[in-house]
């Protein structure tokens, strides 16, 4: 009799357990098909968010700090060179193709793949992209944006400057007196659409802020540049690129600066430069000229 209760009372404890155990996985699985819902749903607010230009929405959902296509950059760094990008490009325009791969890196981090389709003057390209996502607590905040392309092509970065630079041996040369520095502050403008409009997002004319320009001409066709934005004296920008004769008359000389940051944003800059006293005028695509000058 003992033997059959003794029996009996395991086979309650085993039945308790594995009842125990089947709660404990479908509340996991509930979990994990709930994430997997949000964060899909993440991706697509980040997606709508380069069509609508909203702010907002980037600020709500980059955390902190981003590893921003290579770069370790703040959240307010991030969403000024979005702005930029859109400035530059206002037709651009973005959406998800196929379907998001949720992929677990850890207990607190997830990687979403996807494929953007991206619009830029009339020509579509696909981006195999990714984000990653970290959860605090009941949010999720993206610590990495990226796409495969950018990520190849900085790792091609340093080959292809070295590579121009040969080329440019053979273009024409600067004659010395026109290497160096050049300055200048491009005044707050507000950013313009294909039509030439000012651009409106949710009522408000977008404008961009006081930007400090200087130029590096260097041997060998050789240019760089640093951006600083004066609103706030932190956002720094650089490019790389190189430069040519664009043309010479007498009294001035064009020089077409060609640049890149190695994440997406490729400007392009005419100087024209007075041959006495070295000042001049930059002018960029879309947006207002300002006088430079030679330091």
């Not at 033997?3 to 996991?28: A, D, E």
């Not at 390209?125 to 999720?140: E, M, R």
Request: glycine share 6%; aromatic share 12%; net charge positive.
């Amino acid at each position: 009799m003992k033997k059959k209760i003794t029996k009996f009372v395991g086979l309650l404890i085993y039945l308790s357990i594995l009842n125990g155990c089947n709660y404990n996985s479908g509340k996991k699985a509930e979990e994990s098909t709930s994430d997997t819902t949000n964060l899909k749903k993440l991706v697509a607010d980040w997606n709508k968010a380069h069509s609508s230009k909203d702010v907002g929405v980037f600020s709500s959902l980059f955390d902190n700090s981003i590893l921003y296509y290579g770069v370790q950059q703040d959240k307010n760094t991030c969403i000024e060179s979005k702005l930029v990008f859109f400035k530059k490009y206002p037709d651009f325009y973005q959406q998800i193709y196929g379907d998001i791969q949720i992929e677990k890196i850890n207990d607190k981090e997830v990687k979403c793949s996807f494929v953007k389709r991206v619009t830029v003057k009339q020509a579509t390209s696909d981006y195999p992209s990714y984000l990653t996502f970290k959860k605090y607590t009941d949010n999720w905040r993206i610590v990495t944006e990226g796409d495969l392309v950018t990520y190849k092509n900085l790792a091609k970065k340093s080959t292809t400057i070295q590579t121009e630079k040969l080329s440019n041996d053979k273009a024409e040369v600067l004659s010395a007196e026109f290497l160096g520095n050049y300055h200048g502050i491009q005044p707050s403008y507000f950013m313009k659409n294909q039509y030439g409009n000012d651009m409106v997002i949710n009522g408000n004319k977008v404008s961009v802020p006081s930007i400090d320009y200087k130029f590096l001409l260097k041997d060998g066709n050789v240019v760089s540049l640093q951006q600083i934005n004066l609103e706030d004296n932190s956002s720094v920008y650089f490019y790389d690129g190189t430069y040519k004769i664009f043309s010479q008359e007498n009294n001035f000389i064009k020089i077409e600066c060609t640049l890149s940051d190695g994440q997406g944003s490729s400007p392009s800059y005419i100087l024209t430069i007075n041959r006495s006293d070295k000042k001049g005028i930059c002018t960029g695509n879309n947006e207002p000229g300002f006088s430079i000058e030679k330091k």
